[in-house]
């Protein structure tokens, strides 16, 4: 019995982001979706150089450990963002998550990092094999929320994990023993955030084609709203002796990694991939024709005939019947004036209706937006603040204004709360968005004390060590210096700690002395 995979992967913008920061790789060998954070810090960028980094195990089957395979794939993978960083200072602040199966003939290795989720469904049951890497997650596995409140909860968007380049990856990794007529899904929180695990088990179980699960669920997604990208690849364990089905055998790419014109996609200016011809980057919201296909020409708008001035219709036609041009000009002023009068009021009454319905809807719309709050950044100070109002703008009138300052500079906010702030979600409350803020505050504290801490053993160790030298040097007994005791973790997920005002080389103990 040979187990192999038939698979299919889709992507899409959704309906309210501007871009695709989603990547995702389905090949015979690994299926992989990346979902980029970062926004202007290029998360795109992050998700399409994972991807590419991790599509090279599909290049030559399994060795002897698939764990350590993947887990050195994502090592590569992190060390690759780590290296763009370096090179590009303008994508800093960028990171994305990653859910990956490896397959070999009946085994599939699963690393996950982030809250991209991957499922199995077998003989009707559904299961979700990854484990979110989320605080909301945290809180439900420490029973201070339950499952229904994570979809409401105001810090349901941040990661405790992801691929960040200056962390180091730490992946959940996993073997599962597959069966003929299992069915994978790997797909990003676009899907599993918004459609159920219920109605995605329903799906999955109804429709036998995989190309046509991966529409159905994208289109779930959207009429659910499609607040973020949407992208998911679905693939059946199929034994090639007992199944007429072919297996899948060409790579596919979908999302951002789809994308070969973004020259930040590799430190040397080019893509690293070729293109997918059939790729639709974003979600076609245009005219469509009889046949369902998508419109490639945009109809005229129709005109009604009250729309259009008689006496101009009739001024036309007289010059396109060789009429004399100065008897339909003296018919014209005859007949217009009366005419004129008559609309004057109409006009006038409509235009006073439209104007107060525009002022009262102007209105309406301010005293709602004064009820909302939301947590940003100030473009010129780079401090976090509570907004009061709603981050739009009417005619050039901004619907929020700075309530309420914290101190906190955005370069020191931790990556996996950097998308909260530049998001600018509104909060249900103020007191949910000064939650948030005392989140976003716990975080900055305990990577400023952790650099602190590693600052203050690196100044005792160079003590410890310039003692030493000192004695050895005076051939003087060294069991009575006092050494600096154990070393501090360097804090993780935190930004450098020039941005605590705490200098590279001050966390890096000097070499003993000769």
């Keep these: 019995m040979t187990l192999v995979l038939r698979y299919a992967v889709r992507s899409d913008v959704g309906l309210l982001r501007e871009g695709n920061e989603d990547s995702a790789y389905a090949g015979p060998r690994l299926l992989a979706v990346a979902d980029g954070m970062g ?29 350590a395979e993947l887990a050195a794939a994502v090592a590569a993978a992190n060390t690759r963002l780590q290296e763009m960083i ?57 029973g201070r929320i339950s499952v229904d409140d994570v979809s409401t909860h105001p810090q349901r968007s941040l990661l405790l994990r992801a691929l960040d380049g200056r962390s180091v990856a730490e992946p959940d990794l996993s073997v599962h023993d597959a069966q003929p007529g299992d069915r994978y899904l790997l797909c990003s929180d676009g899907l599993s955030g918004v459609v159920s695990d219920e109605t995605l088990r329903e799906t999955m179980a109804a429709i036998e084609d995989p190309e046509a699960v991966t529409r159905e669920l994208i289109e779930l997604a959207l009429h659910g709203g499609g607040p973020d990208n949407i992208t998911c690849i679905v693939a059946d364990v199929v034994d090639t002796a007992a199944s007429r089905v072919s ?20 430190t040397d200016g080019t893509g690293p991939f070729g293109t997918d011809g059939d790729h639709q980057g974003n979600h ?61 009021p109409i006009v006038t009454t409509s235009l006073v209706v439209l104007l107060a319905v525009v002022i009262g ?20 100070s780079q401090e976090v603040l509570i907004y009061r109002g709603v981050n739009q ?3 050039g009138i901004s619907l929020s204004h700075r309530f309420h300052g914290t101190g906190i500079k955005l370069t020191q906010v931790p990556p996996s709360y950097q998308q909260t702030v530049k998001a600018t979600d509104a909060a249900s409350s103020l007191s949910s968005a000064q939650a948030i803020v005392a989140n976003i505050r716990s975080a900055v504290t305990a990577c400023q ?31 009575g210096i006092q050494g600096p005791g154990q070393q501090p973790a360097r804090p993780p997920m935190c930004q450098p700690s020039t941005a605590f005002g705490i200098a590279a080389d001050a966390l890096v103990p000097s070499p003993g002395a000769p």
Aim: charged letters at 20%; proline letters at 5%.
């Design 449 to 479: 004390q952790g650099y602190i801490a590693l600052q203050q053993w690196v100044a005792r160790d160079n003590a410890y060590q310039a003692a030493l030298a000192l004695a050895r040097k005076q051939h003087k007994p060294t069991k």
């Design 393 to 395: 703008h009417i005619v």
């Design 247 to 266: 297996p899948t055998g060409t790579p596919v790419l979908a999302g951002a990694a789809a994308n070969v014109h973004d020259s930040r996609l590799s």
């Design 39 to 67: 926004g202007h810090a290029a998360g795109e960028v992050a998700s399409s150089l994972t991807i590419a980094s991790m599509a090279k195990l599909d290049s030559e089957p399994p060795g002897g450990d698939m764990l």
């Design 284 to 344: 076609y919201t245009g005219s469509y024709d009889e046949d369902g296909h998508p419109s490639m020409t945009v109809a005229r708008p129709m005109v009604a005939v009250d729309d259009l001035d008689p006496d101009d219709i009739a001024l036309a036609l007289a010059s396109e019947n060789g009429t004399d041009m100065t008897a339909v000009r003296a018919r014209r002023s005859h007949r217009a004036q009366p005419r004129r009068r008559r609309r004057w």
């Design 86 to 142: 370096i090179a590009n200072p303008a994508v800093e602040g960028m990171g994305t998550t990653l859910t990956a199966l490896f397959w070999s003939d009946g085994h599939a290795a699963v690393c996950h990092i982030g809250d991209s989720r991957g499922y199995l469904l077998r003989e009707g049951e559904f299961y979700q094999i990854t484990h979110d890497h989320t605080l909301v997650q945290s809180l439900v596995d420490e």
């Design 361 to 380: 809807g102007g209105y309406a719309a301010w005293r709602w937006s004064q009820d909302q709050y939301y947590v940003g950044a100030d473009s010129k």
